[in-house]
T-cell receptor
């Protein structure tokens, strides 16, 4: 069975601070994909990034960066110079190739960025 | 930009009543998912369709929930009778195919309150 743990339930930062959201996953499959989604107050989940299990390169996209480490089963997400508009719930999700399409989500981290 | 449509956005009902939610996926997306998201938790997959066929409904409470996608396009999720514990956000998502690397596109959700 698959499991995704987001230990940080809520994080509050002041605008322009950097913030890292943690994600730890469990799976026995060797081929899988990890995702991050953002859920603003409107409710719709917005796709942020996808990473496959064979690609451990870190990625930077603007103010967002992701650190994938198979050795610790972690896929952490960092927002640099946070902005008020970053306030949302962020979800980490896992899909394994033996159960293609079925996502296992963490319980999310609520990020509040204060002006 | 193509979007997943859901209606209604909000539904308030009394327990023991029947409710129905509708989802129209992005055109051309063969795979459709219904998720339930309880407040403070991540989405949980209820049912997955590949075209008009159910691929996974292992987490669907079949005594009261039903889902259909008759023509392989839009889909309806029904609850009869509704119970207090069914209060949640019901999210619909679609993807091109049921592959582990396929991004899922989410609709805005239907927030159900059972009184």
């Amino acid at each position: 069975a698959q499991k995704v743990t987001q230990a940080q339930t809520e994080i509050s930062v002041v605008e322009k601070e950097d913030v890292t959201l943690d994600c730890v996953y469990e799976t026995r499959d060797t081929t899988y994909y990890l995702f991050w989604y953002k859920q603003p107050p409107s409710g719709e989940l917005v796709f942020l990034i996808r990473r496959n299990s064979f690609d451990e390169q870190n990625e930077i996209s603007g103010r967002y960066s992701w650190n994938f480490q198979k050795s610790t089963s972690s896929f952490n997400f960092t927002i640099t110079a946070s902005q008020v508009v970053d306030s949302a719930v962020y979800f980490c999700a896992l899909i394994v190739n033996t159960n293609a399409g079925k996502s296992t989500f963490g319980d999310g981290t609520t990020l509040t960025v204060k002006p | 930009e193509a979007e997943v449509a859901q209606s209604p956005r909000y539904k308030i009902t009394e327990k023991s009543q029947a409710v129905a939610f509708w989802c129209d996926p992005i055109s051309g997306h063969a795979t459709l998912y219904w998720y339930r998201q309880i407040l403070g938790q991540g989405p949980e997959l209820l049912v997955q369709f590949q075209d008009e066929s159910v691929v996974d409904d292992s987490q669907l409470p079949k005594d009261r929930f039903s889902a259909e996608r008759l023509k392989g396009v839009d889909s309806t999720l029904k609850i009869q009778p509704a119970e207090l514990g069914d209060s949640a956000m019901y999210l619909c998502a679609s993807s091109l195919a049921a592959r582990e690397d396929n991004e899922q596109f989410f609709g805005p959700g239907t927030r159900l309150t059972v009184l």
